[in-house]
């Protein structure tokens, strides 16, 4: 008894804002549907709080298929919740995160229903803005999300789809009906703008899925995006919700705002084209560069080819985008910018620079 009321005590004597603090980050929450629970998770941003006036915009996100289960969690090891880890600055939403139970999939009727349900649940809890209500879906959770915008086609206010399509792969009699399906579904979508992601190297939901349903909605005036990375396969989420765009596309976008028709077809490159160098400019780079005495790199050259080697051995080649600026030549963001003293003086450090932070290692005598 005596420690109770101590604890009881203790929590008196917190400062208001410390009794008070709201709960934000990634959420348990679980749902009930046909007498069955069902875990999930929600994102609330870092300073949300119950008493803004303004209602939050409110984002759907549908996991893969290897996301499948029935802990809550799994969901967020992959696609847009790593994005949000990494760049929360960039994510003002609440981010609703359902998980589909395996065997099931996200196009069946009961789990679009936990989705929605998932959906309304977090909106009400977390002052979802109906007409910023948003969608998106990798792989699986693209059928899904297709099948949402085809039942749903006035709710969302702008719906980002990775790597996916209308054609399911585990059904592939749907084929059969291309024609009638694409003409169904894009004119269901047409009043809603849509961002498509994929990879042109995709075997496992073909490129044609993507390029089916741009080409229709171009077709009949709707607003749609198709970026295709090249030398990407199926994993190509990483890469799509790591567009700073898109957050910015996604909140660009509402329900009371008149569609505008728009069409955009780019193909993106894996890395910036490397350029040739003179040996010279290879040779000045090459040494070892160290942080506060701790040797971080070596970098080599063999050839005309310049590589880093890293303390624990492992090799990886550098390719040249400027004379200081080089990159990898399986692509992502990550640069090694040589710097040197003034203008045309020797190399001192090197910068290594990604999507997330830099540092700085010197180089040695």
């Known amino acids: 008894m005596q420690i109770i009321l101590l604890a009881f005590l203790g929590l008196i ?3 208001a804002e410390a009794r008070q603090r709201v709960e934000t980050g990634f959420l348990n929450r679980e749902i009930r549907l046909k007498g069955i629970t069902y875990r999930y998770q929600v994102y609330v941003p870092y300073g949300w709080t119950p008493k803004s006036k303004e209602k939050t915009p409110i984002l759907l996100a549908l996991h893969g298929s290897g996301e499948r289960g029935n802990e809550g969690m799994w969901q967020t090891q992959v696609g847009i919740a790593v994005a949000v880890r990494d760049h929360p600055e960039r994510w003002p939403f609440v981010i609703v995160m359902p998980q589909c139970p395996y065997p099931n999939h996200w196009p069946d009727h009961e789990m679009l229903m936990l989705a929605m349900k998932a959906l309304d649940q977090a909106s009400a809890e977390f002052n979802g803005a109906p007409e910023r209500t948003y969608l998106t879906g990798l ?4 059928y899904g999300a297709w099948e ?3 039942n749903y086609p006035h709710r969302f206010a702008a719906v980002a789809i990775v ?3 209308i054609f399911w792969s585990y059904a592939p009699e749907r084929w059969q009906r291309q024609t009638a399906l694409v003409q169904e579904y894009s004119t269901r979508a047409a009043h809603t703008p849509l961002w498509l992601f994929h ?3 995709d075997t496992t939901v073909l490129l044609k899925e993507s390029e089916l349903m741009y080409e229709a909605l171009k077709a009949i005036g709707g607003d749609v995006r198709l970026w295709e990375y090249a030398g990407l396969s199926h994993d190509s989420w990483r890469r799509a919700y790591d567009e700073p765009e898109l957050p910015h596309w996604l909140l660009a976008h509402s329900l009371n705002q008149p569609l505008k028709p728009y069409a955009e077809k780019l193909l993106i490159p894996l890395h910036p084209p490397a350029v040739a160098l003179a040996d010279t400019a290879l040779d ?5 560069y160290f942080e506060n005495g701790v040797l971080k790199v070596t970098i080599l050259r063999q050839g005309d080819n310049l590589f880093r080697k890293l303390p624990t051995g492992d090799i990886s080649e550098l390719l040249a985008q400027s004379p200081t600026v080089f990159f990898y030549p399986a692509g992502g963001r990550t640069r090694f910018i040589f710097e ?3 203008v045309t003086g020797p190399v001192r450090s090197v910068l290594l620079r990604d999507d997330r932070h830099e540092e700085r290692w010197t180089k040695g005598k």
């Open 13 to 15: 004597c917190l400062p």
């Open 139 to 142: 792989s699986l959770g693209g």
């Open 148 to 150: 949402l915008l085809h």
């Open 163 to 165: 790597a996916s399509g």
């Open 199 to 201: 990879g042109t190297l």
């Open 284 to 288: 000045v780079l090459t040494g070892e």
């Open 340 to 342: 040197h003293e003034g």
